[in-house]
């Protein structure tokens, strides 16, 4: 089995690498440890180490997670497809949704959060999806529809927007890789001229997380180089 502290050290280092030639302050790029298909004792094993964020994709078995860990200090952020009959649970057992991309999902999350029993009435955290690769499969907005969809969701009452978020597609080329990160930064600060005031960046995977971290990233999601090949 791999040894997940170290595969966390490992990570850990990448990231502090990744600041400095960036210039930038490794504490302003949070780790977040994508837990999808593990079980919980691996993110146990995670926790030990230090690790307190963790983002999941798939509901039930992120709702599984979370009732076994309810004793630890953890931080969850939902990373996956948001479809309706699944805001109640997000809005009542998560911190974070990465994943928004529709007007409709917002709402519904806002309302649910407010009506949360769990929630002691703190704002959902909330990140738009942005479709940076232009491929109609992908989930995600398109970068022209982002203003429209901001301002609508910046004024509900239950959530909080916090900033964007995108899973592009994949290359091996750090150039490649670089260009739709930049494009995110680029959106970020428009809204933020705009007068939004948006902290998060959620971008990068064990893959590209250099890269994410040169064009601004403030999160990273990792999964593989934390936890080892999914099956
Ligand atoms: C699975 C997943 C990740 C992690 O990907 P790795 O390549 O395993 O690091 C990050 N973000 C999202 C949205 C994912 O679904």
Redo the contacts with the bound molecule.
Sequence with gaps: MANIAQQLDTVRQRIATAATKAGRNADDIQLLA?S?TRPAEDLLEAIEAGQTRF?E?YLQEALEKIAALSNQACEWHF??PCQSNKTAALAQHFDWV??VDRLKIAQRLSDQRQSSPDSQNERLNICLQINTSGEQSKSGIAPEQLEELASAVACLPGIRLRGLMT?PAASADFGQQRTPFRLMKQLFDALNEKGYELDTLSMG???DLEAAIMEGATIV?????IFGA?T
């Design positions: 994508v999808k983002g994709n990373i996956g990465h994943s899973i995977m064990s893959n999601r990792i999964g593989t180089a999914r």
